[in-house]
T-cell receptor, first 114, second 114 residues
Framework: AQSVTQLDSQVPVFEEAPVELRCNYS??????LFWYVQYPNQGLQLLLK??????LVKGINGFEAEFNKSQTSFHLRKPSVHISDTAEYFC????????????FGQGTRLTINP | DGGITQSPKYLFRKEGQNVTLSCEQN?????MYWYRQDPGQGLRLIYY???????QKGDIAEGYSVSREKKESFPLTVTSAQKNPTAFYLC?????????????FGPGTRLLVL
């Protein structure tokens, strides 16, 4: 079985400051890793995903994430945030087994203050 | 424009009533999914389908039913057996359901109990 823990339920930051949203996972099999973003009252959209290769993955809107296999982490970062980044962010894993069944974390609400 | 549409945006259910949430996609995707989102709990998989006329239970299928008679449509029925149906319901699709694929989400339906 897999589980995903997002270590912060809410993260407030000032505009133009850097941010890190933390994600740890547990799995008995290898997994692919995803970050999705949800703007208020909308569906989710993919920010980035790690499948293989370089452990530093770049996504849309200036976000990047680093896969650390030894620490089973996949933290999301952005060097300078904007008001428009206010949203909920979800980390998810997809095990290398059968059909894709994403397992999501609880979400982190990112609030950008002017 | 290709995408996923969900209707209605808001749905009200009376006690003992079954209600059906619509999900349509024009992305020519084989795989479709239904998730339930509750505050602070992330997304949980209700049902998924990788091909027409076939679907599988997810983690929280009790009290729900689905059909997949057409490739582009995957309606979800919330039955009277679902005792706590108030939630945000999200439909998603992916190309074939393989574990490395991106899932594309609809805008969601918010179900409220009268």
């Amino acid at each position: 079985a897999q589980s995903v823990t997002q270590l912060d339920s809410q993260v407030p930051v000032f505009e133009e400051a850097p941010v890190e949203l933390r994600c740890n996972y547990s799995s008995s099999v290898s997994v692919y890793l995803f970050w999705y973003v949800q703007y208020p009252n909308q569906g989710l959209q993919l920010l980035l995903k790690y499948l293989s290769g370089s452990t530093l993955v770049k996504g849309i809107n200036g976000f990047e994430a680093e896969f650390n296999k030894s620490q089973t982490s996949f933290h999301l970062r952005k060097p300078s945030v904007h008001i428009s980044d206010t949203a909920e962010y979800f980390c998810a894993v997809s095990p290398f087994q059968g059909a894709q069944k994403l397992v999501f974390g609880q979400g982190t609400r990112l609030t950008i203050n002017p | 424009d290709g995408g996923i549409t969900q209707s209605p945006k808001y749905l009200f259910r009376k006690e003992g009533q079954n209600v059906t949430l619509s999900c349509e996609q024009n992305l020519n995707h084989d795989a479709m999914y239904w998730y339930r989102q509750d505050p602070g709990q992330g997304l949980r998989l209700i049902y998924y389908s990788q091909i027409v006329n076939d679907f599988q239970k997810g983690d929280i299928a009790e009290g729900y039913s689905v059909s997949r008679e057409k490739k582009e449509s995957f309606p979800l029925t919330v039955t009277s057996a679902q005792k706590n149906p108030t939630a945000f319901y999200l439909c998603a699709s992916s190309t074939s359901g393989s574990f490395e694929e991106t899932q594309y989400f609809g805008p969601g339906t918010r179900l409220l109990v009268l």
